[in-house]
């Protein structure tokens, strides 16, 4: 029997499209997170099924990669189609803070441990098919790249392979979304403010890394300069650029290729 206390899914008869909805109760956020799940019918409860958790931007929440992409149709359309595997879906909110919580922690509350610890265990206590031994991957947009690879490089023994779209790439750049001062965000130790310091203290230990970014984009700069600095540094990774800019038409599409790079991981 699988621990369902402090934790609260939706009734199969009302789910559609194979999409769950779960409120989790942590310490993290001194209350309560939601998340959005997609689970492939028949899963078996030993499958071992892989997680990929995909942090959406400012202004968003637990909804905001379904409703705004249909990424669990592609998902079930490609999955069927048998070019990618089964999957595990988990979009949760950032924590609800502000326009955006940066998934850092701050203002006594930790937005990284709700994403770090948090949806992994609870996947693996509420979704039949997810268990100990399920890969986990990350993605996110904007502020969602910025968590995902940060929080994927600083947690790599959870994450076999990271990615982003758009990414903000250092803490600075929240000031071009948030109305909320940047202070609220600082940290003990500025290497968690950065994507190239995060990724050069844990250079030794990275998994494989993945982000895009479009060409019309007004992070471009940010990104290409990562590119940049990443292979002065000798740090692995694959960095793409696409046509597009900061908008859901572009994450709708590429998203995908965060999915079948981490297909190429497992």
């Known amino acids: 029997m699988r621990e369902t206390k402090r934790i609260e899914i939706s009734d199969p008869r009302f789910e559609s499209n194979n999409l769950r909805f779960i409120t989790i109760k942590t310490s993290a ?4 997170g ?3 799940v997609f689970v492939p019918p028949g899963l078996q409860e030993d499958s071992s099924c892989p997680v990929v958790i995909l942090l959406h931007g400012v202004y968003g929440s637990a909804w905001s990669w379904p409703f705004r992409t249909g990424v669990h149709i ?7 189609e048998g070019r990618l595997p089964n999957m595990v879906i988990a979009m949760p909110s950032d924590g609800l803070w502000g326009d955006g919580s940066a998934y850092l922690p701050h203002n006594n509350l930790d937005f990284e441990n709700w994403i ?3 949806i992994p265990n609870a996947m693996k206590q509420m979704i039949p098919g997810v268990t100990e031994e399920s890969s986990l991957f990350i993605s996110g947009l904007s502020m969602g790249g910025f968590g995902s ?3 994927g490089a600083k947690y790599s023994e959870k994450f076999k392979a990271i990615a982003a779209h758009s990414a903000i790439t250092s803490l600075s750049q929240m000031s071009l979304f948030v109305e909320e001062d940047l202070f609220n965000y600082t940290q003990k130790n500025p290497v968690d ?5 995060t990724f050069l203290k844990y250079r030794n230990q990275l998994p494989p890394i993945y982000f895009d970014c479009g060409l019309d ?3 471009l700069s940010y ?11 000798g740090i692995p990774h694959i960095y793409k650029e696409f046509k597009g800019a900061h908008e859901w038409t572009y994450w709708e599409k590429n998203i995908l290729n965060s999915l079948f790079f981490f297909n190429e991981n497992l």
């Open 29 to 32: 956020l001194r209350g309560r």
């Open 34 to 36: 939601d998340c959005c």
């Open 217 to 219: 984009d007004h992070l």
């Open 193 to 197: 403010e950065d994507l190239l310091l």
């Open 74 to 80: 592609k998902v079930m359309k490609l999955i069927k």
């Open 223 to 233: 990104n290409r300069n990562l590119d940049q600095s990443m292979n002065e540094n």
């Open 149 to 151: 690879l940060r929080i």
């Open 116 to 118: 770090a610890s948090d």
